[in-house]
């Protein structure tokens, strides 16, 4: 079992910038075979991939939504994963659930490939 503990969120003004944490532990939070990410959900919607990374090589990927203003990186000593977000807007306002998977990172975006949730922590950005 992996445990994912989320920090960072809170309450910003548009054009801000926020960094989210994920911090895994468990057993199998040793698995250097998972990857590790974050999804969205957002008022009223479905919730929606926004970045991965995989442990060993550290590629990332993520959503057209969010590219060139997100980035994803780990720190595999520590099991952590950071989401960085800068230019922050309104739409951005949702809850953020950091996610790990044994399947790889590419195909992290399939909601279906999630084996672990956090407990999600709310981003809110006003205009």
């Known amino acids: 079992q992996v445990q994912l503990v989320e920090s960072g969120g809170g309450l910003v003004q548009a054009g801000d910038s926020l960094r989210l944490s994920c911090a895994a532990s468990?057993?199998?939070?040793?698995?250097?075979?998972?990857?590790m990410g974050w999804f969205r959900q957002a008022p009223g919607k479905e919730r929606e991939f926004v970045a991965a990374?995989?442990?060993?090589?550290?590629?990332?990927y993520i959503a057209e939504s969010v590219k060139g203003r997100f980035t994803i990186s780990r720190d595999t000593a520590k099991r952590t994963v950071w989401l960085q977000m800068n230019s922050l807007k309104p739409e951005d306002t949702a809850v953020y659930y950091c996610?790990?998977?044994?399947?790889?990172?590419?195909?992290?975006?399939?909601?279906?490939?999630?084996?672990?949730w956090g407990q999600g922590t709310q981003v809110t950005v006003s205009s």
């Open positions: 990374t995989s442990w060993i090589l550290g590629a990332t």
């Open positions: 996610v790990a998977s044994t399947a790889p990172a590419s195909l992290m975006s399939r909601i279906d490939r999630i084996d672990y």
């Open positions: 468990g057993r199998t939070a040793n698995n250097y075979n998972m990857a």
